[in-house]
């Protein structure tokens, strides 16, 4: 058991006859009694300090945890994020790759049509000339006939027999 300020200050010496002066005796133990008291409290004070200084780091060590674990999720977070993005990229382009597909297709499928149809209307312009054509090939020979002006002539005299 550890000897207290209080037993500094209450011992008694026994007393012989060349002993040391009481009141010499006393005063000495008074003040190592004070010094004594006062490196207890100080102690006592370090103690309280040590276990205040204890709790701040088992805050700090929890708030440590808090932050790494958050930067743990920002980071998740991030990287779910940047592979969102990456697969919203991926399906906004293969959905303007199918877009453009089907406009090429649109635009194939009219410029064929325009061709067919350029081509009906080639083929009913040649086929409009080539009857054109016959039909004034056929003027042309009747006019080249001479029964022509003989059918005049038949006709007048005709009208001029039946009159």
Same mark, same amino acid.
Do not use: C
């Given at each position: 058991?550890?000897?207290?300020?209080?037993?500094?200050?209450?011992? &008694?010496?026994? !007393? #012989?006859?060349?002993?040391? #002066?009481?009141?010499?005796? /006393?005063?000495?133990?008074?003040?190592?009694?004070?010094?004594?008291?006062?490196?207890?409290?100080?102690?006592?004070?370090? =103690?309280? %300090?040590?276990?205040?200084?204890?709790?701040?780091?088992? +805050?700090? +060590? =929890?708030? &440590?945890?808090?932050?790494?674990?958050?930067?743990?999720?920002?980071?998740?977070?991030?990287?779910?994020?940047?592979?969102?993005?990456?697969?919203?990229? /991926?399906?906004?382009?293969?959905?303007? $790759?199918?877009?453009?597909?089907?406009?090429?297709?649109?635009?194939?499928?009219?410029?064929?049509?325009?061709?067919?149809? +350029? /081509?009906?209307?080639?083929? %009913?312009?040649?086929?409009? =000339?080539?009857?054109?054509?016959?039909?004034?090939?056929?003027?042309?020979?009747?006019? $080249?006939?001479?029964?022509?002006?003989?059918?005049?002539?038949?006709? /007048? &005299?005709?009208?001029? !027999?039946?009159?």
């Amino acid at each position: 058991m550890p000897i207290t300020p209080i037993d500094i200050q209450n011992k &008694e010496f026994s !007393r #012989s006859i060349r002993g040391f #002066s009481p009141l010499e005796v /006393d005063e000495f133990l008074d003040r190592i009694a004070k010094d004594y008291e006062d490196l207890i409290k100080e102690n006592m004070q370090m =103690k309280e %300090q040590t276990e205040q200084y204890k709790e701040k780091l088992n +805050h700090y +060590h =929890k708030l &440590e945890e808090t932050l790494h674990n958050a930067i743990v999720v920002a980071q998740e977070a991030a990287e779910d994020v940047k592979r969102n993005a990456g697969k919203e990229a /991926d399906l906004i382009r293969r959905e303007a $790759e199918r877009d453009a597909a089907r406009i090429l297709e649109d635009a194939r499928y009219k410029a064929g049509r325009i061709l067919s149809e +350029h /081509d009906e209307v080639y083929k %009913q312009a040649q086929i409009y =000339k080539m009857r054109f054509r016959s039909l004034v090939e056929a003027q042309l020979s009747a006019l $080249e006939m001479e029964d022509w002006l003989s059918m005049g002539n038949t006709k /007048d &005299e005709e009208a001029k !027999r039946g009159a």
